[in-house]
């Protein structure tokens, strides 16, 4: 599930630097180099920062930096395991085929790709049934079936869209 949410956080800034206004270009590319894509609390994925930057006049010093804590906007995705959520083909593999849920890489095993007995076609990047193909940037639904925060890497979420209701998104 995606949410909107402010949160508390910190960010260094050369201790030259002088803040005109705190949604400026360089505060923002700042907390975006620190916050975005990160994982938060072991369950909540930062997607994007929106901005909208409050000081909590708060300033660390250290060394040629000042750290400052503020409170801003971001885009959550929490991904809960049973949830059905739409999103795009982007590789087809021979295991398996990726499909991006916003900035991130969900997995769907080749067993779970489309219901019943599929053909794989890595030339043309095409997974085909008796009634339904999907190839990259097909929209499908899909149910999240596991999600896996390494400590190390990026964030393993797997995919089912072998369930009525399930695969392709037909327009």
Not at 53 to 58: D, E, Q, R, Y
Request: charged fraction near 20%; charge should be positive; aromatic fraction near 8%.
């Amino acid at each position: 599930m995606f949410y909107l949410a402010s949160i508390l956080g910190s960010f260094p800034l050369p201790k030259t630097f002088e803040i005109k206004s705190w949604n400026d270009e360089n505060v923002i590319n700042s907390i975006k180099e620190k916050y975005h894509s990160r994982i938060l609390n072991e369950d909540m994925l930062v997607v994007m920062v929106l901005g909208n930057v409050i000081p909590t006049n708060t300033t660390l010093m250290d060394g040629k930096t000042k750290s400052y804590s503020v409170i801003f906007d971001v885009l959550l995705f929490i991904p809960k395991i049973r949830e059905i959520i739409p999103s795009s083909v982007s590789q087809i593999r021979e295991s398996d085929m990726v499909a991006r849920i916003g900035s991130f890489d969900a997995y769907v095993h080749k067993s779970q790709i489309l219901d019943g007995k599929s053909k794989i076609d890595f030339i043309n990047q095409t997974v085909t049934s008796s009634n339904k193909s999907i190839r990259v940037g097909t929209i499908i639904r899909g149910k999240i079936t596991s999600v896996s925060f390494p400590h190390t890497g990026p964030i393993k979420i797997g995919m089912t869209c072998a369930q009525p209701y399930l695969g392709v998104i037909d327009e």
